[in-house]
């Protein structure tokens, strides 16, 4: 991270928020008059010397190429961004240990323009936590659901009929260490998924080693714990960061961000029981510099796996066994840029772009449809601090 937070870490998507527009759907504007032809993304971002807030650009499918990025709404520490079920609204965490002078982050909600993508601003709340470092909407658009990471906990806020946040649901607050005295002295709840069911929550605590596992109730507004309290763990510090369902709903994948590595479990959707397959690291063996893990996503065809390396500056890139979900390694690749914080895949499945945090650049990669790997486009827009690539679903 770039300000006070920029020690702790921070980020996914599944795939981090993904979404796309109709055929022929409307695209941004750089000014006004003129049209983008392609898919809307939005890019957030820690707002410093380099940016301003949330800014969107458009990518041509047919080339690679992303339109020069415009601002779309000026906010503070915009760090992770999730878009509404319908298309119409964007959430936006602001990675920030004070709101309105009290300790605790905020969640942003905005209105978007359909004409020309720009983001309008409804309203905000508080997290109850500080370090909001990542969200998602549920399925049926009810609720937003936080995670905290300097406060290691987790939130729902209710989302009315207008897009606007409505009252807080249930927060759940982590306790805990585990063996890394400087990253792991207490509770990071680094992200929160929701299964295809919509029943259980999975939160990847960093400070605890374990994917914490709770029931979801939408219409309730509520994260309950479960009794006994079920959980996944890791190689104790290991720090698991961001998590992916397989478009299967039979596995499920978490990136480790202190040592490296993907772990893959098989997946009980009517338990919610994580158990695990597999540990791979997403560094070369050879390999000896200082490097921590980021984002993770499964290509929408269920076949390959991605987790980017800070330090390393690539994309791993891993074949998947659909029968067992095990992973077999087939690539890295450069990001072109330092820092790849996040990366998110196109839904057509052919392109990546990944966000170089320290390099104020943003990369497309093109994926080949057989083997997974990637391939550089020589497309790039500079982005001043991105940490979160987000599609826009046209509804």
Not at 75 to 84: E, G, K, M, V
Request: overall charge neutral.
């Amino acid at each position: 991270m770039k300000p006070l937070l920029s020690v702790l870490c921070c980020l996914s998507a599944p795939i981090c928020c993904l979404g796309f527009p109709a055929a022929g759907a409307d695209a941004p504007s750089s000014s006004p008059g003129s049209a983008l032809k392609g898919l809307r993304v939005y890019f957030g971002t820690y707002t410093a010397a380099t940016s301003k807030g949330i800014y969107l650009s458009s990518l041509d499918l047919s080339t690679g190429s992303l339109s020069s990025p415009v601002l779309a709404a000026e906010i503070r520490s915009p760090s992770f961004l999730a878009l509404h079920p319908n298309g119409q609204f964007l959430y936006a965490v602001n990675e920030i240990s004070n709101f309105q002078g009290k300790p605790g982050g905020a969640v942003t909600a905005f209105a978007i323009d359909p004409e020309n993508g720009k983001l309008r601003q409804l309203n905000q709340a508080s997290t109850l936590a500080d370090g909001p470092c990542h969200l998602v909407v549920d399925p049926t658009g009810r609720n937003v659901v936080a995670a905290n990471y300097g406060g290691g906990s987790v939130v729902v806020i209710a989302v009315e009929a207008d897009g606007r946040l409505g009252s807080h649901g249930s927060s759940i607050q982590h306790r805990g260490s585990s063996v890394n005295p400087q990253r792991q002295q207490g509770p990071h709840a680094h992200g929160i998924y929701l299964d295809a069911a919509n029943r259980f929550a999975f939160v990847p605590d960093l400070g605890l080693d374990r994917v914490m596992i709770y029931r979801f109730d939408a219409g309730a507004h509520s994260l309950t714990p479960i009794d006994p309290p079920l959980y996944a763990t890791v190689k104790p510090g290991a720090g698991p960061r961001h998590f992916a369902f397989h478009p299967n709903g039979r596995f499920a994948y978490v990136i480790n961000e202190l040592d490296s590595t993907i772990t893959a479990f098989s997946y009980d959707a009517g338990q919610g029981n994580l158990t695990e397959a597999q540990t791979v690291p997403t560094l070369p063996a050879d390999f000896k510099g200082q490097s921590t893990t980021a984002e993770i996503a499964v290509h929408p065809n269920g076949k390959f796996l991605y987790g980017s390396n800070r330090g390393h500056d690539s994309i791993a890139v891993f074949a998947i066994d659909t029968a067992t979900g095990k992973l077999t390694f087939a690539q890295h690749e450069p990001t072109q840029g330092k820092t790849p914080r996040n990366f998110a895949l196109d839904p057509t499945g052919a392109f990546l772009l990944a966000a170089n945090q320290d390099s104020d650049n943003v990369v497309v990669f093109r994926i080949d449809a057989q083997s997974g790997k990637l391939s550089p486009t020589g497309q790039s827009i500079e982005v001043g601090a991105p940490v979160c690539v987000t599609f826009r679903t046209s509804k």
